[in-house]
Nanobody
Framework: QVQLVESGGGLVQPGGSLRLSCAVS????????MGWFRQAPGKEREFVAA????????YYADSVKGRFTISRDNAKNTVYLQMNSLKPEDTAVYLC???????????????WGQGTQVTVSS
């Protein structure tokens, strides 16, 4: 079994930054592609970003491209999401996920964290 625990969420003003972390335990971290998704109240879960096992290639949703950066540290079993230039529409629960491939579909991930709340408001 794989356990994922997100942290780093909070309240930030528009234009601000946050860095989310997702600590992974239970299996060999480097065997998994990692993804970040988000879910706002009343909306479906949507893909945010993904990174391959080595960290060498990343993928982003158009809505966050140029503002968010996904990265991973395989020595620390942790994946990160650096979020800059935050907008009110970025408000959501952010969840990390582990799977075989860095796809943009939640069905492609086998393990999920509980999520961390990000609120962008003045």
């Amino acid at each position: 079994q794989v356990q994922l625990v997100e942290s780093g969420g909070g309240l930030v003003q528009p234009g601000g930054s946050l860095r989310l972390s997702c600590a992974v335990s239970g299996r060999t971290f480097r065997n998994y592609a990692m993804g970040w998704f988000r879910q706002a109240p009343g909306k479906e879960r949507e893909f945010v970003a993904a990174v391959v096992r080595s960290g060498s290639t990343t993928y982003y949703a158009d809505s966050v491209k140029g503002r968010f950066t996904i990265s991973r540290d395989n020595a620390k079993n942790t994946v990160y999401l650096q979020m800059n230039s935050l907008k009110p529409e970025d408000t959501a629960v952010y969840l990390c996920a582990a799977g075989a491939l860095p796809v943009n579909n939640e069905d492609g991930y086998d393990y999920w964290g509980q999520g961390t709340q990000v609120t962008v408001s003045s």
